[in-house]
């Protein structure tokens, strides 16, 4: 067969009908046109292609290959029987599906058609199957571009032009970034984020759910595609201009910068109508359209432009506008419009409502207006996105000037388009992408994407604002796994000033159960905000028996940066038995408009050599795009305060899910604290305000304040946690008389209704010890670090092990244990500490607080002699004498005799009877200390042995006198 040139002009002849000629020449590509009996008919390279040409609307028109047709009858061998609602073929897996039911298209819809998952080949239909009907099911491979030859301007030889390249390159905050170069079948079908900018359409003014626009677009995507992520920026009374870069007059938070930040595959724009009365002319609009698009395909973003609606209330000037602006988007996108004016304009007018649509202010939709720019989307992208079965590679090149480049990457998978890569340094790097195609030709290449420089992190001082959570025990109802009580709460505010939240989980002992949530979390400067924390899925799995559940305590005691030492001790654990797939720890409660830069920090001391490893990924990601970290740190090991997850500059959205689970070889996995820093203001909350505060009395008046427009009528008073249970006197008005307050940190709660609503508010209430004005150190000695009591100086160690020097900051004086050289302290079993042996009340009315009480030192069986002393006090005023006081508790698990036995400056032994004691105490008063202001103490066991093996000291207090 002769072979024609590009460019054919060719009379077509056809019986009783008549082709009208548009004004332009019929372009055919190569091979060969040719007619028979009035067909028009192509051979090519597709003669031997099942397939079909397909006008995409657009004036355009491609060949689509088919792949499998299915047709049954309800009922018959091997197909579904009435009643039955789900149909699966292998040979349907990614496809592009289209279902026909008794000769109907059935569209994606849960209630009234069909839901259909690419990915497994499976149809759902909706309503189930019934007697008699008859099922289509054409499955499409998509756009084959070895098929579609064209030439590339350089010659004959056929390339694929048709295929899309647009690369775009976003810092994902974490040492890596994503590069995309071109969408797929697979971009919508799996894990689609898709954003959606606009005005009150989109937004869903004058509807409720699930009739907005908005709604529509999260159920089809929801029935549809697997894993998606929609985020709505819409805003009503958006323009074109709303939506452009902040230094164009963008509103930030919901414009084209926040849209790219949030990393789509695809975006929606639908701002139908309120251009012309923001005074812009139709070609402004289009200006601000097109630089959106611009700022979408550098990113490597497909956008999709809805066109202007008619509007019932404008003149006819302003919807001779509408009518213009819609023609200008058709044109200026036609493979990406959606319809949102034809299909509900009144035909009699310039652009006004059809009344059956028109919600009834004359300019917005009903839900069945909104219905049909709806189904316009989802043709739309069901036409745009096509499998690609022509490229052989991807072939990735990368440059830091775009003169020099040199090859970064390959992709053997035609249908991969995107992938994650680690970031080599923090320069600005370009990228340029072709295909290489499996007749052996290549594509030009792409136009550049920039890498640019990571914007700079904020520091811990930088935010606006930031709230800390401590996940772990409470130390009181939480077991360790001897089912003894542990967990450290943070102080709150900790030693740098600092707020925090405390969450202990749901029931109890029962840790940290699924669906367990934390909310109303407040700032590091105590403000409450609407934020939450909630675990989806349960942590721990079918892993222990403890009956407190998912949490460990095998953490550091010590800080690291602005983190303390309770915040690293325990943690929530992810064990994989029950969630391989991840639990998810959803972050509610956040403004669009502000960023968020969330760090998860975990830690476990482990010598084992199994990994304890942390994979994360945010909202829909692929694992492919995870993070990870190892929680496990050698038992000498020391906390790494950058060792963490972290998503930074989150923004746009409300809410986020962070999908958590068990990565690397291990079972295990450790969260110890969430860190959330935001940038941008703190909204108002409607709130019961209720300071915390301090006090050395045992009475004090809280009162609860209604603040941003809070309208409370009534009050409850209770008492959440403390040392001992306090008095509430008027537990039902705006302030409470508190009373029988001892030495500790006690928190209450007031809850106050008013207007349908429920108002909350907490106050921590710290109570220190009088101490008449005078200088005092109390210290009170345990194993590990205990929980804080306010006035006290917790010193914790094993003294037979391990050098122990600690300064109080309030009085700058020092106490040290001199240990292990000399070695003046002798362990028992190698224990030489405890933090659970001593004596309590139960309701801290001891001598002193439960918590000194219940932990000490001791010395087994060595006795003091003449420079053997091994607890000494520096720091002190020789000029000064002081009064001591010692405390000694020993509970009942062990047999008597029980003592404290102690020297100071070498003098008579001081004996206490520690057995069961919580009431007694020894003073001496006078004591001076050397000319070098040290004051010598000794702990050693009982002089006489009949007096017992062991030597205890639970508290000391030093006071100047």
Not at 434 to 457: C, H, I, Q, Y
Not at 792 to 810: E, F, M
Request: hydrophobic share 35%; proline share 6%.
């Amino acid at each position: 067969m002769r072979r024609l040139k590009p460019l054919l002009f060719i009379p077509l002849l056809f019986p009783c009908s008549s082709l009208l000629a548009q004004g332009a020449p019929l372009k055919l590509d190569p091979d060969s046109v040719k007619i028979m009996n009035a067909e028009l008919v192509l051979r090519n390279k597709s003669k031997d292609v099942n397939g079909y040409l397909y006008n995409t609307g657009n004036g355009a028109t491609v060949f689509q290959q088919l792949g499998k047709s299915i047709q049954f009858k309800t009922g018959a061998a091997g197909y579904p029987a009435a009643g039955d609602s789900v149909y699966q073929n292998a040979s349907l897996v990614n496809h592009t599906i289209k279902v026909m039911r008794n000769g109907l298209l059935q569209y994606r819809d849960g209630t009234n058609g069909v839901i259909v998952d690419a990915s497994a080949g499976r149809i759902t239909f909706r309503p189930a199957l019934q007697a008699n009907d008859i099922i289509f099911i054409e499955a499409i491979y998509g756009l084959d571009l070895s098929v579609n030859g064209a030439t590339d301007g350089g010659g004959s030889t056929p390339s694929a032009s048709t295929l899309r390249l647009l690369p775009g390159a976003t810092d994902n905050g974490n040492n890596t970034f994503t590069l995309r170069w071109a969408t797929n079948a697979k971009t919508l079908f799996l894990s689609p984020k898709v954003v959606g900018l606009g005005s009150s359409t989109l937004a869903g003014t004058g509807l409720s759910a699930p009739n907005r626009l908005g709604d529509k677009i999260s159920t089809w995507l929801t029935n549809n595609t697997s894993a998606h992520a929609w985020t709505n920026l819409a805003v009503p009374g958006y323009s074109t201009k709303d939506i452009l870069p902040l230094e164009d007059g963008g509103v930030s938070g919901q414009n084209i910068e926040t849209a790219v930040q949030l990393r789509p595959d695809m975006l929606f724009v639908s701002l139908p109508s309120n251009d012309p009365s923001s005074g812009m002319t139709v070609a402004q609009s289009m200006q601000n359209l097109r630089k959106v698009d611009s700022i979408a395909q550098r990113n490597g973003i497909t956008a999709f432009f809805e066109t202007t609606q008619p509007r019932t209330n404008y003149n006819s000037a302003q919807q001779q506008m509408l009518k213009q602006l819609a023609d200008s988007i058709r044109s200026a996108w036609p493979d990406r419009y959606v319809e949102g004016f034809s299909d509900l304009v009144d035909p009699s007018t310039i652009a006004s409502i059809l009344p059956a649509y028109n919600n009834g202010d004359g300019i917005h939709l009903t839900a069945a207006g909104n219905q049909f720019i709806a189904d316009r989307l989802f043709d739309r992208w069901l036409g745009y996105f096509q499998s690609i079965t022509g490229v052989k590679k991807y072939h990735i090149d990368s440059s830091v000037n775009q003169t020099t480049w040199a090859p970064f990457a390959q992709q053997a998978d035609a249908n991969v388009v995107k992938s994650v890569y680690n970031r080599y340094n923090t320069a600005k790097v370009y990228f340029r992408v072709r295909a290489e195609m499996k007749n052996g030709t290549f594509t030009p290449w792409s136009p550049v994407a920039t890498l640019s420089e990571p914007d700079p992190l904020p520091g811990v001082n930088d935010y606006t604002y930031r709230l800390l959570t401590d996940l772990g025990g409470d130390g009181t109802t939480t077991l360790n796994g001897s089912n003894q009580p542990d967990g450290r709460p943070s102080p709150s505010p900790d030693g740098w000033g600092k707020f925090w939240n405390n969450w202990f989980g749901v029931g109890g002992v029962e840790g940290f159960a699924a669906n367990a949530s934390f909310p109303d979390m407040r700032t590091t400067t105590n403000e409450i905000t609407d934020m939450s924390l909630q675990f989806i899925g349960s942590p721990t799995g079918s892993f222990g028996t403890s009956q407190t559940k998912a949490i460990n305590y095998n953490g550091f005691t010590v800080p690291v940066g602005d983190y303390p030492q309770q915040a690293l001790y325990d943690n929530v654990f992810i064990h994989s038995s029950l969630n391989p797939n991840g639990i998810v720890l959803r972050i509610k409660g956040m403004v669009p408009t502000n960023k968020y830069y969330i760090k998860i920090w975990g830690a476990r001391l482990d010598d084992n050599t199994a990994q304890r490893t942390l994979q994360a990924r945010i909202g829909n990601e692929g694992w492919e795009t995870a993070q990870s970290v190892e929680t496990k740190y050698p038992t000498a090991g020391t906390p790494n305060y950058q060792q963490a997850i972290k998503f930074n500059g989150v923004t746009g959205v409300d809410s986020v899910d962070i999908t958590m689970r068990v990565g690397g070889t291990g079972t295990f996995a450790h969260v110890s604290l969430v860190d959330i820093g935001v940038v941008g203001p703190l909204p108002a909350v409607p709130q019961i305000r209720l300071r915390d505060t301090t006090t050395t009395l045992s009475t004090l008046q809280l009162t609860g304040t209604p603040i941003n427009g809070a309208v409370v009528t009534t009050y409850s008073w209770e008492q959440v946690s403390g040392p001992g249970t306090a008095t509430i006197a008027n537990a039902t008005s705006a302030t409470a008389n508190i009373s029988a307050l001892t030495n500790g940190t006690y928190v209450f709660r007031v809850t106050g209704t008013g207007g349908g609503k429920t108002y909350k508010g907490t106050s921590t209430v710290n109570v220190f010890p009088n101490n008449g004005g005078l200088k005092t150190l109390r210290i009170h000695f345990s194993k590990t670090a205990v929980q804080p009591i306010p006035g006290w100086l917790n010193v914790y160690g094993s003294p037979h092990s391990q050098r122990i020097t600690i300064t109080d900051p309030a009085t700058s004086w020092t106490i040290d244990n001199l240990s292990p050289t000399p070695e003046f302290w002798a362990p028992f079993a190698s224990n030489s500490a405890s933090d659970i042996d001593g004596t309590t009340t139960g309701n801290n009315t001891g001598v002193i607080p439960d918590i000194a009480l219940k932990g000490y030192w001791f010395n087994y069986s060595l006795k003091w002699a003449t420079g053997m002393d091994n607890l000494i006090l520096t720091g002190l005023n020789p000029a000064k004498t002081y009064k001591l006081k010692f405390y000694a508790s020993r509970n009942n698990s062990a047999a008597a005799p029980r003592y404290g036995a102690w020297r100071i400056n070498g003098g008579a032994e001081i004996l206490m009877n520690a057995f069961n004691n919580t009431t007694l105490e020894e003073v001496r008063t006078g004591i001076s200390p050397d000319a070098n202001g040290k004051i010598n103490l000794s702990v050693h066991a009982p002089s006489l042995t009949a007096n017992g093996a062991f030597g205890y000291l639970n508290a000391l207090v030093i006071q100047e006198e």
